[in-house]
T-cell receptor
Framework: DTAVSQTPKYLVTQMGNDKSIKCEQN?????MYWYKQDSKKFLKIMFS???????INETVPNRFSPKSPDKAHLNLHINSLELGDSAVYFC??????????????FGPGTRLLVL | QKEVEQNSGPLSVPEGAIASLNCTYS??????FFWYRQYSGKSPELIMF????GDKEDGRFTAQLNKASQYVSLLIRDSQPSDSATYLC??????????????FGTGTQLKVEL
């Protein structure tokens, strides 16, 4: 049973195209996240939804738009792809916040290459 | 100043030795601290977390937290070649809208040599 899954695993596309990445979790968690890991392996938060409400929206170009149709799904749509968007995008989820020790569980990542 | 700082390494230790990984953070509102391990081409996986000052042990791993010094460390005893990976330190704070924000360091690459 895959806890946090992402599709596709690999995405190779041309500059200027629009693409979407999908994420699903079957852990019953309330909160989901999108992270970007660049070529230097730095993992940075982009967005987070809690019960389908946007709670984190970091300084990200507005070409990136997250959508959460329900608590178990969080998608990321990217318009007008640029070379600098090439990275690994990780989805994660965590249970409801109680004491602040909630762990985030990561999906396998989507490797995006923009040519 | 980065919010979470780690030495990028690589840190090389012989098999069987203790590997010591260090991390400092700047946000005093951080409540919990996490260590993730990431193998090349894979996703981060949780090793352990700590939220109280002092030590926390789990098998071969010990996390240490000193909130006054804003310092977190991870000790790996009896290091094995399979421990060779990048170790990510992260600081977490709660958000008013629910959920948490996890801020990662750049990671320390550990190499355990035979």
């Amino acid at each position: 049973d895959t806890a946090v899954s992402q599709t596709p695993k690999y995405l190779v596309t041309q500059m200027g195209n629009d693409k979407s990445i999908k994420c699903e979790q079957n852990l019953g968690h309330d909160t989901m996240y999108w992270y970007k890991q660049d070529s230097k392996k730095f993992l940075k938060i982009m967005f987070s939804y809690n019960n389908k409400e946007l709670i984190i929206n970091e300084t990200v170009p507005n070409r990136f738009s997250p959508k959460s149709p329900d608590k178990a799904h969080l998608n990321l749509h990217i318009n007008s792809l640029e070379l600098g968007d090439s990275a690994v995008y990780f989805c994660a989820s965590s249970p409801p916040r109680t004491g602040g020790q909630e762990t985030q569980y990561f999906g396998p990542g989507t490797r995006l290459l923009v040519l | 100043q980065k919010e979470v700082e780690q030495n990028s390494g690589p840190l090389s230790v012989p098999e069987g030795a203790i590997a010591s990984l260090n991390c400092t953070y700047s946000d005093r509102g951080s409540q919990s601290f996490f260590w993730y391990r990431q193998y090349s081409g894979k996703s981060p996986e949780l090793i352990m977390f700590i939220y109280s000052n002092g030590d926390k042990e789990d098998g071969r791993f010990t996390a240490q937290l000193n909130k006054a010094s804003q310092y977190v460390s991870l000790l790996i005893r009896d290091s094995q070649p399979s421990d060779s990976a990048t170790y990510l330190c992260a600081a977490q704070r709660g958000l008013t809208g629910g959920g948490n924000k996890l801020t990662f360091g750049t990671g320390t690459q550990l190499k355990v040599e035979l």
